[in-house]
């Protein structure tokens, strides 16, 4: 499955963003998606996850709380809602998706979409 990330932008502390995540097949249902972020430097870090159906999520402890993950099957998206953002939220943002499972190791996932940057000021 090809995977486009959308939604970035660069906002004031404190802002909110919502991420998407297009599927160019009709077989999204199958994929736990991922999103992950990256800092300059440094390697691509676990940020959510929803699995296939969307009953389990998992969130990585600094933005537990802040973040929504979500998908919608029928039109083949994944979203992640930031709420409360910071600037140490700066970074680039990318979604993937994984079959057979959801893993928050970035290695686990079978395909990703482009990074969508995501700046914050203070």
């Known amino acids: 499955v090809q995977l486009q990330a959308s939604g970035g932008g660069s906002v004031q502390a404190g802002a909110s963003l919502r991420l998407s995540c297009a599927a160019s097949?009709?077989?999204?249902?199958?994929?736990?998606v991922g999103w992950f972020r990256q800092f300059p430097g440094k390697e691509r870090e676990f940020v959510a996850l929803?699995?296939?159906?969307?009953?389990?999520?998992n969130y990585a402890d600094v933005v537990q709380g802040r973040f929504t993950v979500s998908r919608d099957n029928a039109k083949n998206m994944g979203y992640l809602q930031m709420n409360s953002l910071k600037p140490e939220d700066t970074a680039v943002y990318y979604c993937?998706?994984?079959?057979?499972?959801?893993?928050?190791?970035?290695?686990?996932?079978?395909?990703w979409g482009q990074g969508t940057l995501v700046t914050v000021s203070s």
């Open positions: 993937a998706a994984k079959r057979g499972g959801y893993s928050i190791t970035p290695g686990a996932y079978d395909s």
């Open positions: 097949e009709d077989t999204l249902s199958v994929y736990a």
């Open positions: 929803i699995s296939q159906l969307g009953g389990s999520t």
